[in-house]
């Protein structure tokens, strides 16, 4: 890169960004379809350090070179003080992250598979307020540093999901999914049925009591209880000492039932990855294996500030610094079945989708939500819609007794496979 090598000799060491990304968005509101959008960007950030302070520009488009290094030398008389280096040169493994037919793919095959999803979604029940994305997502990114580092890699993503709202008086029902792959999958028929599934369900408005009871967690809304628990893996809430897993590593904390993993190397999934936002190989390794908590996800700069080493977990934007964070969660599915799991419940709930996910004191393991959707479930069946829901509690406490994890996984938002997982006594507030 010419811009690494007009920095080079200003600077102790030197890291070179560049991304550029193409989109094609098909879009349907109200059942129509309302617009075709084709985007493109591309742009080049530079991180140097210079006296061990780290200094950061970027810029969108074709950039000023000369001036791209004269804003980072600017950036670093400012820097934190920095005690690690960037990226050596290193063997990345092979990963499957771009399919030919995602960029193969035409407009008018897209506005194809919108109608179908649109047919389908309208013939299960008239007056459905309807909405259908269908999108696919070229990039092409690279690394290369003044210690050697050379990465290049091409990725594709195509994703289709769709949206329903229903209002009758003052309910007010919305249900949505969607599929994403590395490649052109089709998407069009497992997209309606899980909606159409769980509009069956919701037309039947019941209720539950409040109290504990056994509370089912589909992949779905798995986020709540991962959340808290993705808070308190980062490597970057480790460096500031606030994270309650801190000196934990190599201690039980959960349910052996309870295995997650990070794997950026699967095949064509949308956010695999051979290296990382900083050019550090990609590798499968445990966050938390057999409820024993093994790893945080840690970037160059969180594993210099711990002592530790970076799992090559940076991920990164082309205008802000990396930073630590996931890219393919994988949990190990149990050996329940998940009619059995159903089965055993006489009186239950099933979250299907939670509101404010994110909210309560997360960093302490603790979450509070309403529920958006939720089932009761009443001698081994969803039986019908409970609305105005809540549930709360603290994973760190209440997955330390699983009551069970199902054989079932499904991928989910493209990058997590999971499981359902079962709690046998959770708090839940019905309004």
């Not at 829901?389 to 069970?404: F, H, P, R, T």
Request: avoid cysteine; charge should be negative.
């Amino acid at each position: 890169m010419d811009l690494l090598e007009k920095v080079k000799n200003q600077v102790d060491s030197a890291e070179v960004f560049a991304l550029s990304a193409e989109s094609l968005d098909v879009s349907f509101t109200s059942g129509q379809i309302k617009s075709s959008q084709r985007k493109g960007t591309f742009g080049t950030a530079l991180r140097i350090i210079k006296d061990g302070r780290i200094g950061f520009s970027s810029s969108i488009g074709d950039g000023n070179e000369d001036l791209l290094v004269k804003n980072a030398l600017e950036s670093a008389q400012f820097g934190d003080k920095v005690e690690f280096d960037f990226a050596p040169a290193a063997q990345a493994p092979k990963v499957e992250t771009f399919h030919e037919s995602v960029p193969a793919l035409a407009t008018a095959e897209m506005i194809e598979m919108g109608n179908r999803v649109v047919g389908a979604l309208r013939k299960a029940e008239e007056g459905l307020e309807i909405s259908v994305g269908v999108s696919r997502h070229l990039t092409e990114g690279s690394i290369e540093t003044t210690n050697g580092a050379r990465m290049t890699e091409k990725s594709s993503v195509f994703s289709l999901g769709a949206s329903i709202e229903r209002i009758e008086g003052n309910d007010i029902l919305g249900l949505w999914h969607s599929g994403q792959s590395a490649r052109v999958e089709d998407f069009t028929e497992e997209v309606p049925g899980k909606i159409v599934e769980r509009l069956e369900i919701s037309r039947n408005l019941t209720s539950v009591e409040s109290g504990p009871m056994p509370v089912i967690f589909p992949p779905r809304a798995m986020l709540t209880l991962l959340i808290p628990l993705l808070q308190g893996v980062s490597g970057k809430s480790l460096a500031q000492g606030s994270s309650p897993l801190e000196g934990k590593v190599g201690e039980k904390i959960f349910d052996e039932k309870f295995t997650l993993f990070e794997d950026p190397t699967v095949a064509l999934r949308p956010a695999s990855t051979a290296f990382d936002g900083e050019g550090i190989p990609s590798g499968r390794f445990p966050l938390v294996e057999r409820g024993i908590l093994k790893n945080f996800l840690l970037d160059l700069k969180t594993a210099s500030q711990t002592g530790m080493q970076s799992t090559g977990s940076a991920r990164r934007g082309l205008t802000s610094m990396p930073s630590p964070g996931p890219s393919n969660l994988l949990m190990e599915p149990g050996e329940t079945p998940l009619a059995e799991m159903l089965s055993g419940i006489g009186r239950g709930l099933w979250v299907d989708t939670v509101l404010g996910l994110g909210m309560g004191n997360i960093m302490s393991g603790a979450f509070s939500n309403t529920l958006g959707v939720a089932f009761k479930i009443e001698d081994g069946k969803l039986v019908g819609r409970a609305k105005n829901v809540n549930i709360a509690g603290n994973i760190y406490e209440l997955l330390k007794n699983i009551a069970a994890i199902s054989k079932e996984t499904e991928w989910f938002y493209g990058r997590m496979s999971l499981p359902y997982l079962m709690l046998d006594s959770l708090p839940v507030v019905a309004k």
